[in-house]
């Protein structure tokens, strides 16, 4: 098969086209033909040897895909609902920048009825990990306010959609009057200009001075301290990623008087029955808003998967709005 192979740390261009074995699925897993596969930042930190490879997964980047089973454990499949040439899209731990891919069969979900491969190929990463942080560590409820940091990552235009299919009022920031209006087109209640405005100012006077009740941070940093002003008491804040820096300085005190959690995860290593769990709550609550149009796939820009390098020089300018694919 071809593949998309990392040849050394370094910038996009040590993303190469290479030759590879093809994989072989073992027991409760399958083998996907993979038409597109979705472009996401720790496609780009793994890139820089910033994100190591959990053990056993294939060092090849891409955690997120879509296409066609055409191999795989039969028993597994059948009590999942597949059978060989249904079209899926799963997430995986590493393998995804190649024509055929591995996964769990617990990890695959069907491609929503309605939706291309290249639209079905962005979904898996970003949901799965929405879904994991803001309804199950964060525990969003309808009629809570829900802040997003960077509403026009993958990440915060899944966030917006799905909080606002969910009843949740939705607050997000972005850095630009233009990726603002963007975020308000997707369904955002208001969207705030960082470079422009003092987000916890802002938030303070969008909620009346209450504050939101859970906050999805990708920024951390001198972010968490600041966040921690926007939330309500009993608010929850809940960071997935460290753009910002690793060292944050909180008010201990706030955190106590006020009952605040601060939380935070990461998807890529956990076990497959986690992964799993939260594929059939999206399967459950997601998937019929998706296949509604109620909640849909926001796609940037479309790549041949040879031009990777040009994917990820785009996704770092961050002048995207929404997914980055590759396809074959």
């Not at 929405?130 to 997003?148: I, Y």
């Not at 009993?234 to 955190?255: C, E, N, P, T, Y």
């Not at 986690?274 to 796939?297: C, D, M, Q, T, Y």
Request: charged content about 20%.
């Amino acid at each position: 098969m071809k593949a998309i192979e990392i040849l050394r740390a370094g910038a996009p261009e040590v993303l190469q086209l290479a030759e590879r074995p093809d994989p072989v699925s073992g027991a409760g897993e399958v083998l996907i033909r993979v038409a597109a596969a979705g472009v996401n930042r720790p496609d780009v930190l793994q890139r820089k040897g910033l994100y190591p490879v959990p053990p056993g997964a294939s060092e090849l980047p891409g955690l997120e895909l879509a296409g066609t089973i055409v191999a795989g454990d039969a028993t597994a499949m059948a009590q999942a609902g597949f059978k060989l040439g249904d079209r899926v899209c799963a997430l995986v731990a590493g393998g995804g920048y190649a024509q055929l891919c591995v996964a769990p069969v617990g990890q695959c979900l069907p491609a929503p009825a309605g939706l291309s491969d290249i639209e079905a190929a962005s979904l898996p990463e970003t949901f799965f990990t929405v879904w994991s942080n803001v309804f199950d560590r964060a525990r969003l409820q309808p009629g809570e306010t829900l802040l997003v940091q960077g509403g026009t990552s993958g990440i915060g235009v899944t966030a917006i959609q799905i909080a606002k299919a969910a009843g949740a009022t939705v607050i997000v920031t972005a850095g630009s009057d233009d990726k603002c209006a963007a975020c308000v087109a997707l369904g955002a209640d208001h969207a705030i200009n960082y470079r422009s405005h003092d987000f916890v100012a802002e938030v303070k006077r969008l909620t009346g001075g209450k504050g939101v009740d859970v906050i999805l941070d990708m920024v951390a940093g001198d972010y968490v301290a600041r966040e921690l002003n926007c939330l309500a008491d009993d608010g929850r804040l809940v960071i997935i990623a460290v753009q910002g820096g690793i060292d944050s300085k909180i008010d201990a005190g706030a955190v106590l008087r006020r009952r605040l959690t601060i939380t935070g995860s990461t998807l890529r290593p956990r076990p497959v029955a986690f992964k799993a769990a939260i594929a059939a709550a999206l399967r459950k609550n997601v998937w019929p808003w998706i296949e509604a149009g109620s909640v849909k796939p926001v796609i940037y820009k479309v790549f041949p998967a040879a031009e990777a390098a040009q994917a990820h020089t785009l996704m770092e300018s961050n002048q995207h709005i929404g997914k980055l694919v590759l396809t074959w």
